[in-house]
Protein backbone atom coordinates (compact mmCIF):
# COMPACT_ATOMS: atom_id res chain seq x y z
CA UNK A 1 0.00 0.00 0.00
CA UNK A 2 1.07 3.45 -0.49
CA UNK A 3 2.64 5.20 2.50
CA UNK A 4 3.31 8.65 2.94
CA UNK A 5 5.50 9.95 6.39
CA UNK A 6 4.35 12.69 8.07
CA UNK A 7 6.58 15.35 6.57
CA UNK A 8 5.72 13.76 3.23
CA UNK A 9 2.19 14.66 3.43
CA UNK A 10 3.38 17.79 5.38
CA UNK A 11 4.64 18.81 2.02
CA UNK A 12 2.16 17.70 0.00
CA UNK A 13 -0.66 19.66 1.77
CA UNK A 14 1.41 23.09 1.65
CA UNK A 15 1.79 22.79 -2.16
CA UNK A 16 -1.75 22.30 -2.32
CA UNK A 17 -2.14 25.18 -0.18
CA UNK A 18 -3.55 23.38 2.86
CA UNK A 19 -2.10 24.47 6.13
CA UNK A 20 -1.76 21.39 7.83
CA UNK A 21 -1.04 20.47 11.87
CA UNK A 22 0.34 17.02 12.46
CA UNK A 23 1.31 14.89 15.55
CA UNK A 24 2.65 11.13 15.85
CA UNK A 25 1.34 9.21 18.19
CA UNK A 26 4.31 6.39 18.73
CA UNK A 27 3.51 5.06 21.90
CA UNK A 28 0.03 3.22 20.98
CA UNK A 29 -0.09 -0.46 21.67
CA UNK A 30 -3.08 -0.70 19.70
CA UNK A 31 -6.24 0.78 17.96
CA UNK A 32 -9.89 -0.66 18.41
CA UNK A 33 -12.61 -0.20 16.34
CA UNK A 34 -15.81 -0.69 18.04
CA UNK A 35 -18.60 -2.09 15.59
CA UNK A 36 -22.29 -2.44 15.83
CA UNK A 37 -22.07 -6.24 14.96
CA UNK A 38 -20.68 -9.26 16.44
CA UNK A 39 -17.43 -8.07 15.86
CA UNK A 40 -14.37 -5.33 16.42
CA UNK A 41 -11.37 -4.50 14.54
CA UNK A 42 -8.21 -4.56 16.17
CA UNK A 43 -5.01 -2.97 14.88
CA UNK A 44 -2.15 -4.09 16.36
CA UNK A 45 1.12 -2.26 16.37
CA UNK A 46 -0.28 0.54 15.22
CA UNK A 47 1.36 4.24 13.81
CA UNK A 48 -1.08 6.90 14.31
CA UNK A 49 -0.93 10.30 12.79
CA UNK A 50 -3.33 13.02 13.79
CA UNK A 51 -3.77 15.35 10.76
CA UNK A 52 -5.80 18.60 11.70
CA UNK A 53 -6.57 21.14 9.28
CA UNK A 54 -9.67 23.33 8.24
CA UNK A 55 -11.55 22.98 11.91
CA UNK A 56 -11.10 19.16 11.09
CA UNK A 57 -9.03 16.06 12.53
CA UNK A 58 -7.89 13.00 10.35
CA UNK A 59 -6.53 9.70 12.12
CA UNK A 60 -4.37 7.83 9.69
CA UNK A 61 -3.64 4.86 10.99
CA UNK A 62 -1.75 1.70 9.88
CA UNK A 63 -0.60 -1.32 11.23
CA UNK A 64 -1.81 -5.26 11.30
CA UNK A 65 -5.64 -5.94 11.30
CA UNK A 66 -7.39 -8.42 12.86
CA UNK A 67 -11.66 -9.14 13.77
CA UNK A 68 -12.23 -9.92 17.28
CA UNK A 69 -15.47 -11.41 19.05
CA UNK A 70 -16.88 -8.50 21.16
CA UNK A 71 -16.92 -9.57 24.84
CA UNK A 72 -20.30 -9.99 26.37
CA UNK A 73 -20.85 -9.15 30.18
CA UNK A 74 -23.18 -11.40 32.23
CA UNK A 75 -25.89 -9.43 34.43
CA UNK A 76 -25.03 -10.02 38.07
CA UNK A 77 -28.06 -10.78 39.56
CA UNK A 78 -28.79 -9.40 43.11
CA UNK A 79 -29.54 -12.22 45.74
CA UNK A 80 -31.27 -10.61 48.81
CA UNK A 81 -29.19 -10.88 52.05
CA UNK A 82 -32.73 -12.64 53.66
CA UNK A 83 -32.56 -15.50 50.80
CA UNK A 84 -28.82 -16.48 51.45
CA UNK A 85 -29.64 -16.60 55.73
CA UNK A 86 -32.42 -19.11 54.67
CA UNK A 87 -30.70 -20.94 52.42
CA UNK A 88 -27.81 -21.44 54.59
CA UNK A 89 -30.29 -22.32 57.56
CA UNK A 90 -32.59 -24.99 55.24
CA UNK A 91 -29.56 -26.76 54.35
CA UNK A 92 -27.58 -26.27 57.28
CA UNK A 93 -24.11 -24.37 55.37
CA UNK A 94 -22.49 -21.40 55.72
CA UNK A 95 -23.20 -18.22 54.11
CA UNK A 96 -20.45 -18.40 51.86
CA UNK A 97 -21.68 -21.63 50.48
CA UNK A 98 -25.40 -20.81 50.22
CA UNK A 99 -24.90 -17.40 48.20
CA UNK A 100 -22.50 -19.54 46.13
CA UNK A 101 -25.57 -22.20 45.28
CA UNK A 102 -27.48 -18.92 45.19
CA UNK A 103 -25.65 -17.74 42.08
CA UNK A 104 -25.13 -21.28 40.71
CA UNK A 105 -28.67 -21.17 40.54
CA UNK A 106 -30.04 -17.84 39.43
CA UNK A 107 -31.37 -16.94 42.67
CA UNK A 108 -33.84 -20.20 43.07
CA UNK A 109 -33.73 -20.87 46.42
CA UNK A 110 -35.30 -24.03 46.54
CA UNK A 111 -32.61 -25.19 43.89
CA UNK A 112 -30.04 -23.94 45.94
CA UNK A 113 -30.87 -25.95 48.96
CA UNK A 114 -31.44 -29.42 46.90
CA UNK A 115 -27.55 -28.38 45.40
CA UNK A 116 -26.55 -27.88 48.71
CA UNK A 117 -27.89 -30.77 49.89
CA UNK A 118 -26.75 -33.38 46.80
CA UNK A 119 -23.55 -32.14 47.76
CA UNK A 120 -23.60 -33.47 51.67
CA UNK A 121 -24.48 -37.34 50.17
Excluded at 9 to 28: C, P, Q, T, W, Y
Excluded at 84 to 94: H, Y
Amino acid sequence: MFRMSPSDIKRFMKRMGIHVELEEIDDADSVIVERRGPKNLVIENPTVTIMRMKGQTIMYVVGEVREVEKETEKPGIEIPEEDIQLVASEAGVSLEEARAALEATGGDIAQAIMLLESKKR
